[in-house]
Structure formats: structure tokens, C-alpha cells
């Protein structure tokens, strides 16, 4: 099989007609107050059928693919009543989630929510299958990437399906981007443990929102934003990938793989190379 992330670049046509995207002011000074940007058109129904043809095949465990991942959880719960399907390195074996990184509709609106030019760092899946799905319980995403410095990532997150709180949409405390970061208290198992890690005055304006989208609709948020997702007890499934990228420049903090897989990046070095490519430069 080949390993497409040896190509910089959209191998398909699937994204040619993919408009940019141009923030109004008050969309930025809603993420900067906020921590979150949601609502984004970035999939077409064309498009998101695609996506879940192929996310069934990355699902399917005896698929012929397993040296290409970072990560493979076929259930990072390990509970049968709570499954959470969460893998990273799509990008690297199906030709729709390698081009969705150069998909100008995320790379313009990364781009200005970065303030700067755009590099991947990890794609990832979040499956929760009908009835007996999951939770990801609450969490800052920067606190699984200290290994690398300055704090200058951006997460987006694109629904697959319809989702809803019916069906465990993603949960966000607004706000909380300006909080210190928090010990890591788990992922997929307990959703209130984070209660433990808080100050009295977090736990007095921890309020959640619900994110509802549509299919093909993305959530930009902030690595210091908390967020979660409840569990899917609905008839449908909830399906949803994500690409997390950084701004250019952002280094190494570790003398060991930045991801299961790929060679090292010597701490203080600039973090580029064939698994973290530029996808929007300064133009």
C-alpha cells in the first residue's frame, strides 16, 4: 500500500471546486472571546458520502493498513456499552482525508484564526456507533501536545453525520481557552473527572454549550479550549474526523517521535518534514 504522505499535495479533484473562506470581524472576535468558531461549510454532501464510504473501510479492523497508523483504537473505551473508535494517520492511506488537508475552505480559515501560515501536525477519527457509544470526556487538547513549543496549534473538527446532543456532539466551556492547562484526567472513560483537577472558580463557570452540526459543517477551536462529548445512545451513528495543525515555526520539545512512527525532531528544531507538511503559506 502506498504511503500518500510522501505527497505535499491534493493527489484528486475531490476539493478543485472548494471555495476559501473569509472571516467577518466578528467571527474572529468571537473565536478570540469564545475559544471556538462552529458553523463552517467545509464538506459538500458529494463530499461527505465519500468520506464514510471510506472511513467503513479504516473502521474495519482487518483492514490491510495497520503499519500506516499512529494510533488505532477500535475502542479506546474498552467497554462493549461504550465504544469510541479513535484513530490517527487517515490521512496517510485514503486519497479523500490526504486531500481534505488542502481543502482551501480549511486551509483560509486556519490560516486566519492562526494568523499565519498553516502545518499539519495530526489528523484524527472519532467514531461512536448507534446505541452504545462513548463519551470523550473533558479535556484541553494541548495537554497531550507539551512536546511541542510555543502553545500555537488550532484544532477543527467536521461532522460526518448530523450531530446533535441526541447522538453525543461536542460540548465546549466557553471561555476556558484562558485557563491554565489542566492535568489530563482521561479520554474515554470517566466524563466528570476533569471535576477533580478545577478551581472553585472554574468549576462556578464551567457551563458547557452543545456544538449541533450538520454533515459536513466544522468547529474550530482553541488546544487550551475544554470540550467533550457526551455518549450516543441515539439510533444513528456519530461520525467525525479531525485535523489538527499548528503555525509555521512552532517547534520541537522532545528528543523523542513526535508520533508513533516517525523520526525524531531534535528538541528546539522548527517541526517540518514529510509527516508534518506546510499546507497554507504566507499567500
Not at 472571546?33 to 458553523?39: A, I
Request: net charge negative; glycine share 6%.
Amino acid at each position: 500500500m502506498t504511503d500518500l504522505s510522501q505527497f505535499h499535495k491534493p493527489i484528486t479533484e475531490l476539493f478543485a471546486e472548494n471555495a476559501a473562506i473569509t472571516l467577518t470581524d466578528a467571527q474572529l472576535e468571537s473565536y478570540r472571546t469564545n475559544g471556538y468558531l462552529s458553523g463552517i461549510p467545509m464538506l459538500t454532501e458529494r463530499q461527505v458520502e465519500i468520506f464514510c464510504a471510506d472511513l467503513a473501510e479504516l473502521m474495519n479492523p482487518n483492514q490491510n493498513s495497520v503499519e500506516l497508523w499512529h494510533e488505532y483504537h477500535t475502542n479506546e473505551a474498552q467497554d462493549p456499552d461504550k465504544v469510541l473508535f479513535h484513530a490517527l494517520g487517515a490521512w496517510r492511506i485514503k486519497h479523500s482525508f490526504h486531500d481534505v488537508l488542502w481543502n482551501a475552505s480549511f486551509t483560509t480559515t486556519a490560516f486566519q484564526l492562526l494568523g499565519g501560515p498553516v502545518r499539519f501536525w495530526h489528523d484524527q477519527l472519532f467514531c461512536k456507533p448507534a446505541r452504545h457509544g462513548g463519551v470523550v470526556a473533558w479535556h484541553q487538547d494541548y495537554s497531550y501536545w507539551t512536546r511541542t513549543r510555543p502553545m500555537r496549534h488550532l484544532t477543527c473538527w467536521i461532522g460526518l453525520d448530523d450531530v446533535n446532543e441526541e447522538n453525543g456532539c461536542l460540548h465546549y466551556v466557553p471561555g476556558s481557552h484562558g485557563w491554565k492547562l489542566l492535568p489530563i484526567t482521561g479520554l474515554a472513560t470517566n466524563m466528570q473527572a476533569i471535576k477533580n483537577v478545577l478551581t472553585p472558580n472554574q468549576k462556578a463557570v464551567f457551563n458547557p454549550v452543545a456544538i449541533p452540526l450538520k454533515p459536513g459543517q466544522a468547529t474550530f477551536h482553541h488546544p487550551h479550549l475544554v470540550h467533550g462529548s457526551f455518549e450516543n445512545r441515539s439510533a444513528r451513528p456519530r461520525r467525525a474526523m479531525v485535523i489538527n495543525v499548528f503555525l509555521d515555526g512552532v517547534c520541537s520539545d522532545s528528543d523523542e517521535p513526535l508520533l508513533a512512527g516517525v523520526p525524531a525532531i531534535p528538541r528546539g528544531e522548527p517541526i517540518a518534514g514529510r509527516f508534518f507538511p506546510l499546507l497554507r503559506g504566507t499567500r
